[in-house]
């Protein structure tokens, strides 16, 4: 665990957390809305959200009272209750409240706290992918997706004062295969998974299941430099990443270029189908740590390949969000305005 202790005399007013399968954010706020300790714990570590937030408590003396709290979670979220995707958590506004004595608890989509954040964030911290504007923070729908664990996806409605975010499970949508590479790809996977979604492509594991596709399906072969790295990484997703970003692996390069087209093609899909005429954000450490290869013209190539509706989409701003701490701050703003009722 990371995190700093509050400054002396401040007393925390709010508690914002962005709950992933692999990472628990969680920040103590004041009612200024400035961070007064904040963490990053291991989610696999705990048996319950419950415990992780007790456990992040308990290192901040005295016990701060806090009067709201608002996690974005992974699942979804239904009369305030979910059954986490990629955790064996089920996770419950009523029992958080009553376990942790915090009056009011409100749980988010993890993608609509990150949807929250991302029209919030400043503009030298976004890419664009493109030459189309950035997205607008106001006037239009916006679409925002992210790779991560999973494959979370999420809608900002324009009601024509504010945005209305709409949580979505479009991650586990049908994958649909556009060329015979993708065809193979899919017959692959199918034979592995059974039901093949986008998100079985579209996380981290996704890419892992890019790279062996092209050393068993293709016959490409692995470097025993490149195979060393691999087999010795903590994390052997990202080494696939790191690796196939630098080009040193010639099957990992293959399986970053093609999962960017993947992913170019899925957010185009998000943004017809919300008519996200006010862009599109891309969120997630898989996509910062991808950019070299997003920003290549892949991604952007296959999120206005749609035949007919290609120069509708071309208008449509694209951008790749470098911070990494947006579903937090999404979950902080509201966490902030509960507290403040």
């Known amino acids: 665990m990371t995190g700093k ?3 002396e005399g401040a007393e925390p007013f709010a508690l914002a957390g962005d709950i992933g399968g692999t990472h628990t954010r969680l920040s103590l706020l004041s009612s200024e809305g400035r961070v007064r300790r904040r963490a990053v714990l291991d989610s696999r570590r705990y048996p319950s959200l419950e415990a992780a937030v007790e456990d992040f408590l308990r290192a901040t003396a005295p016990r701060p009272k806090i009067k709201a709290a608002a996690f974005g979670v992974a699942g979804p979220v ?3 209750r979910c059954a986490t995707t990629n955790l064996p958590w089920v996770v419950d506004e009523k029992v ?3 376990r942790l004595a915090i009056p009011d608890v409100t749980l ?3 993608l609509v706290a990150l949807a929250l ?3 919030r964030v400043r503009g030298s911290k976004l890419h664009r992918l493109g030459t189309a504007a950035a997205p607008r923070r106001r006037g239009a729908n916006v679409a925002v997706l992210a790779a991560g664990t999973g494959l979370g996806e999420a809608v900002l409605v324009w009601d024509g004062a504010r945005f209305v975010p709409c949580a979505t499970e479009g991650g586990h949508a049908d994958f649909a295969p556009r060329d015979d590479l993708e065809t193979e790809l899919l017959a692959f996977l199918r034979r592995r998974f059974g039901h093949v979604s986008f998100e079985r492509v579209l996380s981290g594991d996704g890419l892992g299941c890019l790279y062996e596709f092209f050393l068993q399906a293709k016959g490409m072969r692995e470097g025993p430099d490149s195979a060393r790295v691999i087999e010795a990484a903590a994390d052997r997703n990202a080494a696939i990443a790191q690796l ?3 080009g040193k692996s010639k099957p990992a390069a293959r399986a970053t270029e093609l999962f960017a087209s993947i992913y170019g ?3 185009g899909n998000l943004a017809l189908k919300s008519l996200a005429v006010g862009g599109v954000y891309v969120c997630g450490s898989i996509a910062v740590g ?5 920003a290549r013209g892949g991604f952007r190539r296959a999120f206005v390949d749609k035949g007919r509706l290609g120069p509708f989409l071309e208008q449509i701003p694209v951008a790749v969000v470098l911070d990494t701490d947006v579903g937090l701050a999404g979950a902080a703003g509201v966490a902030l305005a509960a507290a403040t009722q």
Do not use: K
């Not at 991808?290 to 997003?294: A, D, E, T």
């Open 5 to 7: 202790r509050p400054e």
């Open 78 to 80: 239904v009369g305030g």
């Open 96 to 98: 958080l409240a009553r």
């Open 108 to 110: 988010l989509n993890d």
């Open 117 to 119: 954040g991302a029209v």
């Open 244 to 246: 196939g970003t630098s």
């Open 265 to 267: 093609a899925e957010a």
């Open 290 to 294: 991808l950019l070299p290869v997003l």
